[in-house]
């Protein structure tokens, strides 16, 4: 007699503990360099211009290669690939280490070395979100997503916090540790033990690079699920005004602003962690638009509200009705798209993504400057509820989903 799948049945998969392990080594190397490289722009320019160039410098060649990152997912070995990235990582980082260890580093060389990280991570993301389908059967996925998510998350908490408490010993020394754990994180690469296919092109030039797009195109389910998130981040982007919060509305001070900004991530974390032992297993399209609205709902109470504990409580709940939607939509967009099209499937979700976070804390910034922090918080909420209560309707494909892992169970 087969077992009933639970919670720990996919952290029996040894190349799923090993991709959970790259990941969350990576992830936190990453949020160490990104602590680093803001600490030491500011210290050498005393501008706070230049973290934004820092982060354009990062995110527009990114943005740029999502196409061809997907593109090359699917035509190589993808376990090859993300070595390649982490490898390529590890040695722009060690370029970091070089430049901290001059007197005055120059800025450009900087910008140079993190647009290089910012193109490695765009070939990486595609490459190692249509690995994770082949390592776990289709039923432990949803399971296998929410451990994937819930570390992702812990390793966006203890990053920052690692690569602070070691730039207080020099920007050199979180660089040293970032490269080493990048070059560990790149061997490791070479221990998975699954059979990958590295699949033929059936369309070359243009027509490949934008095969992944045409794709989400015919398939309204998939595009539905990414559009509701492009637009609920779009709109809903509370964090992006937290400091405003932390200051003059709240008043808590650096530290409060520190803890509001953890909230999130606390409640995503914990939400992971309740998906992965009670997956969404039935009513799933309908179980998402439900915390797209919840979504809606707790940036609305996060907005209004002048306690801090409301606060963080509305903030947690946010973080955890995102993660369900995050959960949802992975799962659905890799099982319901053809392995040879997997990484060029989530690189266009990945520009969604993106363009979502970007553009979304540029429309909060935009409409607190017209409207006033609170009165843009709560507007960008009641934005998310009516995209909540629209989607069904424009897109009934996914809101007729029923199971995430049978394909064609509609509720």
């Known amino acids: 007699m087969t077992s009933t799948p639970n919670a720990l049945t996919v952290l029996a998969i040894r190349d799923f503990r090993l991709f959970l392990g790259i990941r969350w080594v990576a992830t936190c190397a990453y949020q160490m360099v990104a602590v680093a490289v803001g600490w030491q722009v500011y210290a050498l320019t005393g501008d706070p211009l230049y973290l934004g160039l820092a982060g354009l410098a990062e995110f527009l060649p990114a943005f740029l290669s999502?196409?061809?990152?997907?593109?090359?997912?699917?035509?190589?070995?993808?376990?090859?690939?993300?070595?390649?990235?982490?490898?390529?990582?590890?040695?722009?980082?060690?370029?970091l280490l070089a430049l901290s260890l001059q007197s005055a580093p120059a800025v450009g060389a900087i910008y140079a070395l993190v647009a290089i990280t910012g193109v490695t991570r765009a070939f990486m993301i595609p490459s190692t979100q249509s690995l994770l389908p082949v390592l776990v059967p289709a039923e432990l996925f949803p399971r296998a997503v929410a451990w994937s998510s819930s570390s992702m998350k812990v390793a966006m908490i203890a990053g920052p916090a690692v690569g602070g408490l070691l730039y207080a010993l020099g920007p050199a020394a979180v660089y040293a540790t970032a490269g080493t754990l990048l070059a560990v994180s790149a061997l490791?690469?070479?221990?998975?033990?699954?059979?990958?296919?590295?699949?033929?092109?059936?369309?070359?030039?243009?027509?490949?690079?934008?095969?992944?797009?045409?794709?989400?195109?015919?398939?309204?389910?998939?595009?539905?699920?990414?559009s509701l998130d492009l637009f609920a981040v779009l709109l809903g982007g509370a964090t992006a005004l937290l400091p405003i919060y932390a200051k003059d509305i709240l008043t808590v001070?650096?530290?409060?602003?520190?803890?509001?900004?953890?909230?999130?991530?606390?409640?995503?974390?914990?939400?992971?962690?309740?998906?992965?032992?009670?997956?969404?297993?039935?009513?799933?399209?309908?179980?998402?638009?439900?915390?797209?609205?919840?979504?809606?709902?707790?940036?609305?109470?996060?907005?209004?509200?002048?306690?801090?504990?409301?606060?963080?409580?509305?903030?947690?709940?946010?973080?955890?009705?995102?993660?369900?939607?995050?959960?949802?939509?992975?799962?659905?967009v890799q099982l319901r798209t053809p392995d040879e099209m997997r990484g060029r499937v989530s690189a266009v979700n990945w520009v969604f993504i993106g363009a979502s976070n970007e553009l979304g804390d540029f429309e909060s910034g935009l409409t607190a400057s017209w409207f006033g922090t609170v009165p843009a918080v709560v507007i960008g909420g009641v934005g998310t509820l009516v995209v909540a209560l629209a989607w069904p309707w424009i897109f009934p494909e996914l809101r007729r989903i029923d199971s995430l892992t049978h394909p064609d169970e509609k509720a």
Do not use: N, Q
Not at 69 to 94: E, F, M, S
Not at 206 to 224: E, F, M, N, P, T
């Open 66 to 95: 999502a196409l061809p990152a997907g593109h090359v997912a699917d035509r190589y070995d993808r376990r090859r690939v993300i070595g390649l990235c982490l490898g390529t990582y590890a040695l722009a980082v060690l370029g």
């Open 188 to 226: 490791a690469t070479t221990r998975f033990r699954a059979k990958l296919l590295a699949h033929s092109a059936t369309t070359t030039g243009l027509g490949g690079l934008l095969a992944g797009v045409h794709y989400v195109r015919s398939r309204k389910d998939i595009l539905g699920a990414i």
């Open 253 to 332: 001070g650096p530290v409060g602003l520190g803890i509001l900004r953890a909230a999130p991530s606390v409640g995503a974390a914990v939400m992971a962690l309740v998906l992965a032992w009670r997956p969404l297993e039935r009513h799933a399209g309908a179980k998402l638009f439900a915390a797209v609205a919840l979504f809606g709902l707790a940036t609305i109470v996060f907005g209004l509200s002048r306690s801090f504990g409301l606060s963080l409580a509305a903030l947690a709940a946010l973080g955890a009705s995102d993660m369900v939607s995050v959960v949802t939509r992975h799962t659905l």
